[in-house]
């Protein structure tokens, strides 16, 4: 196989498909596509552990492969986007790789672009193939044509605004979410390194300040914002409840299935942080 950009003659295939625990053969078809979307969201937590500790986040393929494959962690934005690109291109597909400007909480819709989702070709069509947006996002992908539905427990639309720009809206019972904006633009994996860097270091970025766990599974999804756990159920209103300081430090691995090191649990209890963090 010969390399390309998006890296699949490096990725580990085998210890990936057991990481997220898929079993069906693979190929470049919407199958495969759809039962490993969901299986990665299922399996693979976002979190942000590392840059509250003040550790790098490389985004090299195998510096992001040691940490989510093989030591049972999760990633930010960034880091799930290089190995699910690799994943996708080591199988045959085609795809290029778009940025969105996240409306979710805000509303803000000129936000900065520094969200990165897949945009797959697949039999003459286009499809969001986006595994990386944490406990509101997609479960498998959706067609992307100006207006798509996609139905089932977790029930998500696209709709095209007067401007060109593309919305993904997650359809809750309290009403449609929009989730965030973009267009087809394509990026490559040049213009991660940047996005990433903002996410890390930015004054005004929302990942360096508090605690983030998000983890999506068929029947719940839970979201970790500081100190405040959010619960999602199909069909059913958002529950809230403030963790006190032993639920926190469970939390990353009784909710968010996450497998940490003793000492990174300490270092979480040591950090003024994760509790704080949550209060505005």
């Known amino acids: 196989m010969t390399d390309s950009m998006w890296q699949g003659a490096g990725v580990d295939l085998d210890a990936y498909l057991a990481r997220v625990g898929y079993r069906a053969d693979v190929a470049p078809d919407l199958a495969t596509l759809r039962g490993l979307h969901a299986a990665h969201v299922e399996a693979i937590t976002f979190e942000n ?5 003040g550790r790098p986040v490389p985004l090299d393929l195998d510096s992001v492969q040691e940490k989510i494959v093989r030591r049972g962690r999760g990633g930010l934005c960034m ?6 690109a690799a994943v996708l291109d080591r199988i045959g597909f085609t795809f290029s790789a778009l940025a969105t400007r996240s409306r979710i909480r805000t509303g803000h819709k000129t936000g900065p672009a520094v969200h990165v989702a897949l945009c797959v070709e697949l039999d ?21 044509v100006d207006t798509s539905t996609l139905d089932g427990d977790w029930p998500f639309d696209l709709v095209r605004e ?3 720009e593309h919305v993904l809206r997650f359809l809750r019972p309290e009403g449609p979410s929009e989730l965030y904006g973009f267009t087809t633009d394509a990026r490559y994996p040049a213009d991660f390194e940047v996005l990433n860097h903002f996410c890390l270091s930015h004054p005004r970025s929302p990942f360096n300040k508090r605690l983030i766990l ?5 029947a719940v999804r839970h979201v970790l914002l500081g100190s405040t756990l959010t619960e999602l159920r199909p069909g059913k209103p958002a529950t809230s409840r403030e963790l006190d300081q032993d639920e926190l430090l469970a939390a990353p691995a009784e909710v968010f299935g996450l497998t940490l090191d003793p000492a990174d649990v300490q270092s979480l209890k040591a950090l003024e942080g994760p509790a704080a963090a949550g209060r505005p």
């Not at 595994?131 to 479960?139: A, E, N, R």
């Not at 998000?214 to 068929?218: E, I």
């Open 49 to 53: 552990l590392d840059v509250l500790l």
């Open 79 to 84: 880091e799930q986007v290089v190995l699910a």
């Open 124 to 144: 003459g069509e286009r499809w969001l193939h986006d595994v990386s947006f944490g406990g509101y996002g997609l479960y498998e992908p959706i067609r992307l």
């Open 162 to 164: 007067p401007n060109g």
């Open 214 to 218: 998000q983890r999506t599974r068929p």
